[in-house]
T-cell receptor, first 113, second 114 residues
Framework: AQTVTQSQPEMSVQEAETVTLSCTYD???????LFWYKQPPSRQMILVIR??????QNATENRFSVNFQKAAKSFSLKISDSQLGDAAMYFC??????????FGKGTRLHILP | NAGVTQTPKFRILKIGQSMTLQCTQD?????MYWYRQDPGMGLKLIYY???????DKGEVPNGYNVSRSTTEDFPLRLELAAPSQTSVYFC?????????????FGSGTQLSVL
């Protein structure tokens, strides 16, 4: 069965600094998608970034980028120039074709002013 | 554009009571989902629907029921509420369920069963 593991329940970073959130997953599939979702205090989850397993190039969305290591089954999220609005719960998620999306337990990110 | 709207935002139930959590979306999405989020846990899929009139069970369907009579609405029914159903419930939608498609979420319903 597929699993998604986020080993850091909480992290803190100074404003304007860079932080990396870790995610590992377990699968025997070769074609799948990985996602990072953000859940701010308002609770409404929004998609931050996504990565197709067949693409070697790491996805980037403005200050957010990923480090996708397919062989290691690792999918970390890097947030550059952290801002107060980045404070949230971040969920890593995995989805294979024809199946439901699987979420990790989340990492709560605190931004220190 | 309202997106996915959930009501109510908060609710307290007594053990054995029933209630319906409402979810509506105005994006003409075919797929709709109900998740629950327990403290320190990820989201668990309760039920989902791929279109009006079609529903299917997710990982944790026991104690819940759903219906999908229209494309827009996907209510979740709790019968005989139990303390184990204390959780935050999220409704989500997507257009056609493609593997890379992002989910649009509502802002959740915090439910306490006492």
């Amino acid at each position: 069965a597929q699993t998604v593991t986020q080993s850091q329940p909480e992290m803190s970073v100074q404003e304007a600094e860079t932080v990396t959130l870790s995610c590992t997953y377990d699968t025997s599939e070769s074609d799948y998608y990985l996602f990072w979702y953000k859940q701010p205090p308002s609770r409404q989850m929004i998609l931050v970034i996504r990565q197709e397993a067949y693409k070697q190039q790491n996805a980037t969305e403005n200050r957010f980028s990923v480090n996708f290591q397919k062989a290691a089954k690792s999918f970390s999220l890097k947030i550059s120039d952290s801002q107060l609005g980045d404070a949230a719960m971040y969920f890593c998620a995995y989805r294979r074709n024809g199946d439901k999306i699987i979420f990790g337990k989340g990492t709560r990110l605190h931004i220190l002013p | 554009n309202a997106g996915v709207t959930q009501t109510p935002k908060f609710r307290i139930l007594k053990i054995g009571q029933s209630m319906t959590l409402q979810c509506t979306q105005d994006m003409n999405h075919n797929y709709m989902y109900w998740y629950r989020q327990d403290p320190g846990m990820g989201l668990k899929l309760i039920y989902y629907s791929v279109g009006a009139g079609i529903t299917d069970k997710g990982e944790v369907p026991n104690g819940y029921n759903v219906s999908r009579s229209t494309t827009e609405d996907f209510p979740l029914r709790l019968e005989l509420a139990a303390p184990s159903q204390t959780s935050v419930y999220f409704c989500a939608s997507s257009y056609d369920g493609r593997i890379n498609e992002k989910l649009f979420f509502g802002s959740g319903t915090q439910l306490s069963v006492l």
